[in-house]
């Protein structure tokens, strides 16, 4: 090859500064026998500008070029300019020809990415770490095939929105401040991050719970879960046991057959563990009803041992609206329900007087267990630490995961700080929608101060002016 023809560019290897170089080179009508990519992560990120010339190509080619653009290969800038020349150069339609070499590599490329997100998304596990000042955050070491940490990021942003966090990776760190956007470094050393914390028991506790021995299918498991993905998670190590155990549990299961019945929600002796654990193992995998019933089971924080139970969410999933509360009160700790005392009755009239129906609204509690202060035979409520609320984040975080709400409504300062950070205040942004991550956020009182304050109506009358502004939004989006 004539290598004084060669056109070098230098970029910094992400897509986004590939597409800017791309597009000049067009512009430039350099074919691509003639460019020689140099990735270079010295270089400065490149995103477009508003006078970047428009080219034209198919959609299916962006998605696909976007992820190909994290396949581990020196190759691959110069398979998607060689594709990008060729659509723009007489090929409109080359991405239909499934048969095209370049096309059916780039599709290969774009796979092998998109499985190895999917199994970062799975397979990601956050350790605690208190911070010098005074802070938690939350890490995560993981070893993509591809450099997708980028590519993955958002995921992670819309998951665990309230927590700081950091995920490392030999390629390149994320970092997430609760806010603004997420930030990346350079790769690190596995020794960075740590490698158990205070909620690990809780990661077992929950993986026996779902870990269903009469459905024991270990080639699709190790399918699912490759062995080079276990020494990261704090689970893996019950596997072993979990199997070698499974014929004796299901025989077990067998004869206490007809005890799982005895599952039922009420005042203390608990639920008996057995009958849980039958439970689980008979719900969904990975439904919500999983979640709630494994949440009987949470250690992560002392509140579990006073209370009856732990209350979890209610309503429809998805919906539309979810309604987040401070934490289960006594009359929702007996029936293992949110919102259904004095004070869910009053949200319930404020809710059918802005037009909206409990019924198609998912109500939930940040915390999950009921924090009491016993005075005589009375419980008196207690507004819940920040660590409790830490340690209970991961549940509601897979509610909303579940749910999808597009507005979320937060009832009160716990709720309304847990989801959008120290700075939200109550009499300041009550009423107003504030977007994050994609989605809208309503923050109002709690029903439980308008009874505190004496049932006034005109606060009434403004929690009702508040939860009508969801109302509209959701008339304005056209979403019933
Ligand atoms: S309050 Fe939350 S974190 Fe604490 S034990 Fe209950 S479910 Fe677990």
Not at 7 to 24: G, M
Not at 464 to 480: F, H, P, W
Request: hydrophobic share 40%; proline share 6%.
């Amino acid at each position: 090859m004539d290598t004084d023809a060669l056109t070098a560019v230098r970029f910094h290897p992400d897509f986004s500064s590939w597409q800017q170089r791309a597009r000049q080179l067009l512009v430039d009508e350099t074919p691509p026998q003639r460019v020689w990519w140099q990735p270079d992560h010295t270089r400065k990120r490149e995103t477009a500008s508003s006078s970047a010339t428009a080219i034209r190509v198919p959609k299916a080619f962006i998605t696909q070029a976007r992820a190909a653009s994290c396949y581990r290969s020196s190759e691959r800038w110069a398979l998607l300019y060689h594709l990008l020349w060729r659509l723009t150069h007489g090929e409109r339609h080359l991405m239909q020809l499934a048969g095209d070499p370049q096309v059916a590599r780039l599709r290969n490329y774009a796979k092998a990415v998109s499985r190895d997100a999917h199994k970062m998304k799975a397979f990601v596990r956050f350790r605690a770490v208190d911070t010098t000042d005074g802070d938690r955050r939350y890490i995560a070491w993981f070893e993509p095939d591809h450099f997708i940490v980028e590519y993955a990021a958002p995921f992670f942003q819309r998951r665990f929105a309230n927590m700081r966090w950091s995920i490392l990776t030999p390629d390149c760190c994320a970092h997430w401040e609760g806010s603004g956007k997420v930030w990346f470094s350079e790769g690190a050393d596995k020794a960075a991050a740590p490698d158990n914390d205070v909620v690990e028991d809780t990661w077992r506790c929950y993986y026996r719970h779902i870990f269903n021995p009469a459905r024991v299918k270990i080639q699709a498991m190790m399918a699912e879960m490759p062995q080079k993905y276990w020494k990261n998670l704090p689970e893996s190590r019950l596997i072993p046991t979990l199997i070698q155990e499974a014929d004796r549990r299901v025989a077990a299961m067998a004869k206490d057959a007809k005890s799982s019945e005895r599952l039922r929600c009420g005042p203390r002796p608990a639920t008996p563990a057995q009958a849980l654990s039958e439970a689980i193992q008979k719900s969904e995998s990975g439904s919500i009803q999983q979640l709630a019933l494994a949440a009987q089971s949470c250690r992560n924080c002392p509140l579990w041992q006073p209370a009856t139970q732990a209350v979890f969410g209610e309503g429809p999933v998805p919906a539309r609206i979810m309604l987040i509360g401070e934490q289960p009160g006594d009359n929702e700790d007996l029936a293992g329900k949110p919102f259904v005392g004095p004070a869910g009755e009053l949200l319930n009239r404020a809710l059918a007087a802005a037009g909206l129906s409990r019924q198609e609204l998912y109500i939930t509690n940040t915390v999950k267990h009921f924090k009491f202060r016993p005075q005589g035979r009375r419980r008196l409520h207690e507004r819940p630490s920040q660590e409790e609320i830490d340690a209970c984040s991961q549940w509601l975080a897979a509610e909303i995961e579940q749910v999808q709400p597009s507005i979320i409504i937060c009832l009160g300062m716990t709720a309304a700080r847990a989801q959008l950070g120290e700075n939200v205040q109550i009499a300041r942004d009550r009423g107003k929608l504030l977007a994050r991550q994609g989605r809208q956020y309503l923050i109002t009182v709690h029903p439980a101060h308008l009874l505190r304050s004496g049932n006034n109506p005109r606060e009434i009358q403004r929690f009702v002016a508040d939860l009508q502004v969801a109302a509209e939004k959701l008339n304005s989006l056209g979403i019933k």
